[in-house]
């Protein structure tokens, strides 16, 4: 491909991500994925550079831009070797029409960098949640140990005990090791939140919103498989990847429960009450993940978020009915959106007077509201807020 071929494939792709976005369709790594598996032709170079300018595009405009040519004239304003490209050429794009407007730039759309601004973001916390992340991985504690297993490349040991850390795009999932269990791909803040769960061994532990799950498989490693592991979700393609993940691991997942929305207790009754501690890592707008999918910033809108607080609140309620008296229940989100973190945690407490919050012992992060917060800027971590609660 030439260089113009490439910066007209980048508008292409964002006229599939920026309306996919918006409708709350595909995420943009399957977008790209799907574009070049119908395009053969392009060469492994090709498709990074395609990629790049797509996330530079999508990195630099924070409000929705109107099409993938706006997006990538913002691309091309800030970079003259983009500008050239617009020079008409076949396959390349057309050239700037006098007066063509550049779409907007900035950090995340209006109303969200002002709820970030009021959730105690400054400008450089907000910004480092766009930077591109490292690669993360932990070692699994059930069939290796960090010093001791050989990998193709020394990564820098993580305040996680099994944690280490590679460079961004280090293609991990190719790997003897990956293909064999003994290491996941996981964040930093992911495996430090897993190892402060006020968890032990012979505890009953449900896992409410196991998703795929990657802190199931992380609570299984580091019990030494020696819980009861209850995993639950209502996403059945999601929670289908979790019995052969487990199996690669060795890891021992006692029931995966696949939960029909609104009537979750009707699988889960045979827990009620019985569980000593219950995680619920809740679904929310991955506003601390933007590093790894920065078109999430177009995803949300006000009536999203208020979608997503009224599932934290149900998911939380649940719990509550699982957990034994004097039990405890975790809630995670991978946001620093104060709504969908202290904000839930004092409406749980208004709703549930005699629960209590707790601290859990994270070595990175700080405090915001009755829970913790691990950020991008100050722990080199994805955004996570997570707190502890304990039954009466
Ligand atoms: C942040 S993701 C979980 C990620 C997972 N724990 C991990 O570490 O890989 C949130 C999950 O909540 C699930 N979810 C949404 N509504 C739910 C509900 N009512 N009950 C249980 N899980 C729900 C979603 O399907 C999604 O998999």
């Known amino acids: 491909m030439t260089p113009a071929a490439r910066v007209q494939a980048a508008i292409e792709l964002l006229d599939a991500i920026i309306p996919a976005a918006r409708g709350k369709g595909a995420p943009a790594d399957r977008i790209i994925a799907d574009y070049f598996r119908a395009r053969r032709y392009a060469g492994s170079k090709d498709r990074r550079a395609v990629r790049d300018l797509v996330y530079a595009a999508i990195r630099l405009c924070g409000p929705v831009p109107e099409s993938g040519r706006a997006a990538m ?32 730039t900035g950090l995340a759309p209006k109303w969200l960098a002002a709820a970030l601004r009021a959730s105690g973001l400054g400008g450089r916390e907000i910004a480092a949640l766009l930077e591109r992340a490292p690669l993360d991985i932990r070692v699994n504690a059930l069939k290796a140990d960090r010093a001791e297993i050989d990998l193709p490349e020394p990564g820098e040991p993580l305040a996680a005990p ?51 799950g990657g802190k199931t498989l992380a609570l299984a490693a580091r019990l030494g498989n020696a819980a009861s592991i209850v995993a639950a979700d209502t996403d059945k393609r999601r929670l289908g990847n979790l019995a052969p993940r487990a199996e690669r691991a060795g890891a021992a997942i006692d029931h995966i429960v696949l939960l029909d929305p609104g009537r979750e207790m009707q699988a889960l009754g045979p827990f009620a009450g019985k569980a000593d501690h219950v995680l619920v890592d809740a679904p929310c707008s991955g ?33 509550a009915q699982l957990v034994r008296p004097g039990g405890s229940v975790s809630f995670v989100t991978c946001s620093l959106l104060d709504a969908e ?48 609660l304990r039954s009466p």
Do not use: K, Y
């Open 341 to 388: 973190g202290p904000d839930r945690i004092a409406a749980f407490l208004s709703r549930h007077p005699d629960w209590r919050a707790e601290a859990l012992p994270l070595p990175l992060g700080s405090q915001r509201g009755a829970g913790w917060r691990l950020d991008p800027f100050h722990d080199a971590t994805d955004g996570f807020f997570v707190a502890g």
């Open 287 to 319: 506003s601390g993940t933007w590093r790894r999918s920065p078109e999430g910033r177009w995803r949300l809108d006000p009536a999203e978020l208020a979608r997503l607080n009224a599932l934290q609140d149900h998911v939380l309620d649940l719990a």
């Open 162 to 212: 099994q944690g280490l850390r590679f460079p961004s795009g280090t293609q991990v999932e190719q790997w003897e090791a990956f293909r064999d269990g003994l290491i996941e791909v996981q964040d930093l803040g992911s495996q430090l939140i897993v190892e402060a769960l006020p968890v032990a061994a012979g505890d009953t532990i449900v896992d409410l919103c196991a998703g795929g």
């Open 73 to 104: 004239l913002a691309v091309a304003t800030q970079d003259d070797s983009i500008a050239a490209q617009f020079d008409g050429s076949p396959h390349g794009p057309a050239p700037r029409a006098e007066g063509e407007a550049a779409a907007m």
